[in-house]
Every structure is written in structure tokens, then in C-alpha cells.
């Protein structure tokens, strides 16, 4: 038998689980920061996943493109997100096109 009362072991694990949570929160804080080198190439790779879906389309060959872009980085997982997303904004960017398109030209004939 040990020397430790359960409720000791309880606050021991709970320590723990806060000391190891504190270690994560710092670590994800400092690796989301603009000019982390692991941040800047996966967000680069992701924003060329998202451009070639977008500008491709969301059928075979849009899915070729972000997964492409998505393996330089290993996050090929992500290829089904970001095809998700790319068709959202580019059903936002026509909806804006509809909505402002007028404006839009307006604001170009005038430069």
C-alpha cells in the first residue's frame, strides 16, 4: 500500500493535467504567431489549397489541386475541409458579385 491518500492522487493527476495543459496553451500560442516558420508554410499551404479549389472548382480537378498542396505540409487530411470552404466562398463571392456587382463596376470605371 502507498504512503499517499487517494485524494492525494486525485489533486497529484490534477496538478498534472494543469501543468500539461499550461505547457500546450504556450506552446499553440507561440507556434500561431505570425513569423513561426511552421505556421507560415501550413497557412501558405492552405491558402494555395483553398486558391486552386477555388479556382477550379470543387470537382476532380480542384480536389487534385488543395491535395497537392496540402501533402507538401502532410495535412492531406484536411483536403475535404478545404474544398467545403472554398465552395462556401465562392457561393459568397457570387452572392456579393449579385448583390454589388454594379458598385463594383462603378468603382472600376472611376480608378
Not at 9 to 24: C, D, F
Not at 55 to 83: C, F, H, I, S, W
Amino acid at each position: 500500500m502507498s504512503g499517499f491518500s487517494r485524494d492525494g492522487e486525485v489533486a497529484s493527476n490534477t496538478n498534472k493535467l494543469q501543468a500539461r495543459k499550461a505547457v500546450m496553451s504556450r506552446t499553440l500560442v507561440k507556434s500561431l504567431q505570425a513569423g513561426d516558420t511552421v505556421f507560415e508554410r501550413i497557412s501558405h499551404a492552405v491558402y494555395l489549397a483553398t486558391r486552386g479549389s477555388v479556382l477550379t472548382g470543387n470537382g476532380p480537378q480542384g480536389r487534385k489541386l488543395a491535395e497537392m498542396a496540402l501533402r507538401r505540409v502532410g495535412a492531406v487530411d484536411l483536403t475535404d475541409r478545404v474544398v467545403a470552404a472554398a465552395e462556401i466562398l465562392v457561393a459568397v463571392a457570387t452572392v456579393s458579385v449579385n448583390v454589388h456587382g454594379q458598385w463594383y463596376k462603378y468603382l472600376t470605371d472611376n480608378m
